[in-house]
Nanobody, 127 residues
Framework: QLQLVESGGGLVQPGGSLRLSCVAS????????IGWFRQAPGEEREGVSY????????HYADSVKGRFTISKDNAKNTVYLQMNSLKPEDTAVYYC????????????????????WGQGTQVTVSS
């Protein structure tokens, strides 16, 4: 069974940190671009950060540059998103996604090009 499972979401105060994890099963991350997307209530889903399972290249949305770091552990078939200096506007459901077509062109990854989605994990930034 091919699936992505996210964990690590929760409630955090502004300025705090969280680390999200995305574990893949049924396929190897080595052959996919893995992305984190988020969707706030009433908003469209947006790309946050992507990483190539092949060469490890990364891409960040301007809104999270310098605050979020994406990384991978191919041995564990897992991708992480370290989120620091969180702001209330980061509040959303965060989704992990895999896209085989964007393996070496991660900046082209979109929600429409995704092959597999995780179920999402809620991140709430509030005092």
């Amino acid at each position: 069974q091919l699936q992505l499972v996210e964990s690590g979401g929760g409630l955090v105060q502004p300025g705090g940190s969280l680390r999200l994890s995305c574990v893949a099963s049924g396929f190897l991350l080595d052959y996919y671009a893995i992305g984190w997307f988020r969707q706030a209530p009433g908003e469209e889903r947006e790309g946050v950060s992507y990483i190539s399972g092949g060469d490890g290249s990364t891409h960040y949305a301007d809104s999270v540059k310098g605050r979020f770091t994406i990384s991978k552990d191919n041995a564990k078939n897992t991708v992480y998103l370290q989120m620091n200096s969180l702001k209330p506007e980061d509040t959303a459901v965060y989704y992990c996604a895999a896209d085989s077509a964007s393996l070496f062109t991660i900046a082209t990854m979109t929600s429409e090009s995704v092959d597999y989605w995780g179920q999402g994990t809620q991140v709430t930034v509030s005092s």
